[in-house]
C-alpha cells in the first residue's frame, strides 16, 4: 500500500529523525532529499557503500541464511535454521533501513527491487498476532530470554527500517510489519504487564520514532516505560539515574538516545540532567582522540576514566555509530557545537575506519596501535557494524543542515546542494563548495526567493582557531537584533567550538567565505592516560593521523620517535597532498628516529643511560603519517597513533 497525498506531503518533510513535532528539539532536522551531494569528501564512500557494501554485504546474508530463515518461517524453503547469530535478522533490518536512507538521496531502482523482494520475505514471515523473530519460539517462552535474545532490539531495527522505507517510497509495506509488532508489544508490555526490558536497547529510539510517524501515544508511552525499566540482568540502574558510562558501549549509546528522544518529546529534567551528567563523562575521560568508545574487549565496555589502551582498545563501529546518534540528538536539543564536535571527531576518523576505501569490508573494533595481521573482513560471526555502516554512510546528507526560528545552521562542510526553508517559510537554495578536511576554504552561497533577513549559523570548530569570515567579499558586521537598532554593533567574531550567526538580510546570490585555519597540531593526552605518557599524536582539522609501516618501512612503526622542531608548533611536519594515494589524502612529513640496534638486544630492565641504545646514535628518518581512517587497505602492517618523543640527544 503507498502513501496518500496527504501522507506523502508530510513523510518528505521528515529528516534522520522527525523533530517537527517534538516540543524540546531547538533545531529541526532537513529532509535527505533535500540535500545533493557534490564531488566532495563524502560522495565518493556514499556511492561505494550502494555499489559496491550493500550489495555484497546482501549476497553475504544470502549465503549465510540470513535471509533463509525468513523463508523458513513462512514456509517457502525447508531449510534448517542457521544462527548467524542470535540477532541476525536485525542485522538485515539495518540493511533495508540503509536501502530507506539511500533511496531519499538518489533513484536506484536495482537496489529498490532488491529490497523490495526482500521485504515480501520479511512481510511472509510475521506471526497473525504480530510478532516476528526468525529463531520462533513457542509462544510461551516469547520474551522469556531478553537478556540474549534480543527480540525486542530486533523489533526496534524491524521498525526503523519500515519507517526510512516508507518515507523513501511511500511503500508502506515494511511499515505496517513494524507497526503490528509494536501493537503486539503494547500489549505484552507495561505496568502490570510484562515488565522487564530487553538486554540490549534499541527498541526504545524505534517506538519514540514510530510515535512521530504515526501519532499513536501508545508507541511513546512503551518508549518511557522501557527506558524507567531497571537492565537488572546486567546490573544496572534506568539511564536517567545511571551515575556514569558503564558496561556495554552500544548499548550505552542506544539507550541515551532514547533517554535524549524521551527528552525531546516529554520535557523530563531528570532525564536532561544525567545525560549532560553522562556527556561529561564520556568526554572528559572515556574517548579515544579518534571519537571511539571502549577500553576493554570484555563486555565490549567502558573503562574506568583514562583507561584508553590502543593496541587492546575496543572502540567497536557500531560504538561509534551510537554516540553519533546520541551526540545529534543532544546538538538538536541545545545548538550547541560541542555535541556537533564530537559527531565529526567520529565520523572523520573512529567511523570511517571501520570501512575499506572499497567499500565492502570492515573493522569491527579499531585499535589505535597494531603491529600487524589485523585487517578488515568482509563477514564476521556477529554483523551488526557492515549494515550500521551502511545506513550511516546512506544518511549522511541530513546531518549537515538544520533549520530553527533563528535561521539556518550549517554543521558539517562537504560540497552540496540544498533546499532548506527559511524562518518566514520561503525556500532558499544553499551550496557550499569545499575540499574539506583537506582544505579550511569554504564558500557558501545562498539564493532565497526573495529577500529575506534571517541568521546563518555556521560551526566553528572547536579547533579553528583564527577562524574567519566574509560576506559577498567584506568582513562581516552583524546587523542589530531586534529592539537595538540605534546600537552599533562590532564585527562578528568567530569563536571556536560556537556557531557564528550571520544575520542580515540575504538577497539571492549573496557569498559567505568562510576560512578555516588547518594547522598541524601536535596533541599529547591526560596525563592519567598511562599507555601515552611520553608520547604524542598528529591532528590536522578533524582528522587524526597515523603512521603506518608501509609508509615507514626503515625502521619498525613500534620503535619510530618523532624528533619535534621545539620552536616549531607543528613539530616540523609539513603537509603534503597525495592525490593518488588511498583515494587522495593530506599526508604528514617530518623527521623521526629510530634505534640503530633492535630492541630485542635491549636488556628487560638496565640503569637509565645504558644499554645499546645509548652506544650508538638513533638513526635519524623521514617519518610519514596517514588518516588513520586509511590504514590498513594496503595489505598487512603495523600501525601507531601515539608516537613517543625523541629526547633532545636524540636529535
Same mark, same amino acid.
Not at 500500500?1 to 529528516?15: H, N, Q, S
Not at 526468525?134 to 532490539?153: I, K, M, N, T
Not at 645499546?612 to 603519517?625: G, I, L, V
Not at 600501525?639 to 629526547?647: C, Y
Given at each position: ?25 531547538? !533545531? ?12 566532495? =569528501? ?17 549476497? @553475504? ?8 530463515? =525468513? ?31 539511500? !533511496? ?23 506471526? %497473525? ?40 517510497? $511511500?511503500? #508502506? ?20 504487564? #510484562? /515488565?522487564?526490558? +530487553? ?5 526504545? !529510539?524505534? &517506538?519514540? /520514532? ?97 583507561? &584508553? ?9 557500531? @560504538? ?18 560541542? =555535541? ?20 565492502? %569490508? ?5 585499535? &589505535? ?37 533563528? $535561521? ?5 562542510? +562537504? ?38 533577513? =534571517? ?13 574567519a569570515v566574509s560576506v559577498k567579499g567584506e568582513a562581516f558586521a552583524a546587523l542589530p537584533q531586534p529592539g +537595538? ?11 571556536? $567550538? ?55 618501512? %626503515? ?14 608548533? @607543528? $613539530? ?16 604528514? #612529513? ?62
Open positions: 500500500m503507498a502513501a496518500t497525498d496527504g501522507e506523502d506531503v508530510e513523510r518528505l518533510r521528515a529528516g534522520i529523525i522527525d523533530t517537527r513535532r517534538s516540543p524540546h528539539f531547538r !533545531l529541526q532536522t532537513v529532509p535527505i532529499s533535500a540535500v545533493r551531494m557534490g564531488e566532495g =569528501f563524502w560522495q565518493p564512500r556514499m556511492t561505494a557503500n550502494v555499489r559496491a557494501g550493500m550489495p555484497t554485504f546482501l549476497g @553475504a546474508m544470502e549465503e549465510h541464511g540470513v535471509v533463509d530463515n =525468513f523463508r523458513r518461517l513462512s514456509g517457502r524453503t525447508d531449510v534448517p535454521f542457521r544462527p548467524a547469530s542470535y540477532m541476525s535478522e536485525s542485522d538485515l533490518y539495518k540493511w533495508l533501513e540503509a536501502v530507506g536512507l539511500a !533511496l531519499q538521496s538518489e533513484d536506484l531502482p536495482d537496489l529498490r527491487k532488491t529490497a523490495e523482494a526482500v521485504i515480501d520475505e520479511v512481510a511472509a514471515a510475521q506471526a %497473525e498476532d504480530g510478532y516476528l523473530y526468525v529463531a520462533d519460539p513457542p509462544p510461551s517462552e516469547r520474551f522469556s530470554r531478553l537478556e540474549g535474545s534480543h527480540e525486542l532490539y530486533c523489533a526496534g531495527h524491524l521498525m526503523q527500517a519500515g519507517i526510512a522505507y516508507y518515507r523513501a517510497t $511511500g511503500e #508502506r509495506k515494511l511499515l505496517e510489519v513494524g507497526v503490528a509488532f509494536a501493537d503486539y508489544l503494547t500489549e505484552q508490555f507495561g505496568p502490570g504487564k #510484562r /515488565e522487564q526490558t +530487553d538486554g540490549h536497547p534499541e527498541v526504545e !529510539l524505534a &517506538l519514540t /520514532e514510530l510515535y512521530r510517524t504515526t501519532g499513536e501515544r501508545r508507541y511513546l508511552d512503551l518508549a518511557g516505560f522501557l527506558l524507567g525499566r531497571s537492565q537488572a540482568l546486567r546490573g544496572l540502574p534506568p539511564i536517567a539515574q545511571r551515575p556514569a558510562l558503564v558496561d556495554h558501549c552500544v548499548r550505552s549509546g542506544y539507550i541515551c538516545s532514547g533517554g535524549a528522544d524521551w527528552y525531546a518529546e516529554t520535557g523530563d529534567e531528570m532525564m536532561w540532567s544525567n545525560l549532560l551528567r553522562l556527556w561529561d563523562d564520556l568526554v572528559t575521560g572515556k574517548i579515544y582522540i579518534t571519537g571511539g568508545v571502549g577500553a576493554r574487549h570484555a563486555s565490549e565496555a567502558f573503562g574506568e576514566p583514562y583507561e &584508553l589502551p590502543n593496541a587492546r582498545a575496543y572502540a567497536e563501529t557500531c @560504538a561509534q555509530i551510537a554516540h553519533v546518534m546520541w551526540a545529534w540528538r543532544m546538538l538538536l536539543v541545545t545548538g550547541e557545537g560541542r =555535541f556537533a564536535d564530537v559527531i565529526e571527531q567520529i565520523l572523520y576518523n573512529g567511523f570511517l575506519s571501520g570501512v575499506s576505501l572499497d567499500g565492502d %569490508e570492515y573493522f569491527y573494533m579499531n585499535p &589505535l596501535a597494531s603491529d600487524g595481521g589485523y585487517q578488515r573482513q568482509p563477514w564476521f560471526g556477529t554483523n551488526c557494524c557492515p549494515p550500521n555502516i551502511h545506513r550511516m554512510l546512506a544518511g549522511l546528507p541530513g546531518y549537515i543542515f538544520s533549520t530553527s526560528s533563528e $535561521g539556518l545552521w550549517v554543521h558539517f562542510y +562537504d560540497t552540496c546542494e540544498a533546499t532548506l526553508t527559511a524562518p518566514g517559510g520561503s525556500p532558499v537554495a544553499l551550496s557550499i563548495d569545499a575540499r574539506y578536511p583537506w582544505d579550511g576554504d569554504i564558500e557558501i552561497t545562498l539564493t532565497p526567493d526573495e529577500p529575506e533577513e =534571517f541568521a546563518l549559523l555556521l560551526r566553528i570548530p572547536g579547533w579553528a582557531e583564527g577562524a +537595538d537598532r540605534e546600537r552599533s554593533l562590532p564585527a562578528a567574531t568567530a569563536q571556536p $567550538g560556537t556557531y557564528l550567526a550571520l544575520r542580515r538580510c540575504w538577497e539571492a546570490g549573496d557569498t559567505v567565505r568562510l576560512e578555516l585555519p588547518l594547522p598541524i597540531r601536535v596533541m599529547q593526552s591526560h596525563p592519567r592516560v598511562a599507555e601515552n605518557r611520553g608520547c604524542v599524536a598528529l591532528q590536522r582539522g578533524p582528522v587524526v593521523y597515523c603512521f603506518e609501516s608501509t609508509d615507514n618501512p %626503515e625502521a619498525p612503526v613500534a620503535d619510530l620517535a618523532l624528533a619535534l622542531d621545539p620552536q616549531d608548533a @607543528a $613539530g616540523g611536519f609539513r603537509a603534503q597532498w597525495q592525490p593518488d594515494l588511498l583515494g587522495g589524502v593530506t599526508v604528514l #612529513r617530518g623527521a623521526g628516529v629510530a634505534a640503530s640496534r633492535p630492541p630485542s638486544e635491549y636488556p628487560l630492565y638496565r640503569p637509565r643511560g645504558t644499554g645499546p641504545e645509548a652506544s650508538r646514535a638513533r638513526d635519524k628518518e623521514q617519518a610519514t603519517a596517514i588518516p588513520y581512517y586509511a590504514w590498513a587497505n594496503r595489505g598487512d602492517s603495523a600501525m601507531r597513533v601515539w608516537v613517543p618523543v625523541a629526547s633532545d640527544s636524540s636529535r
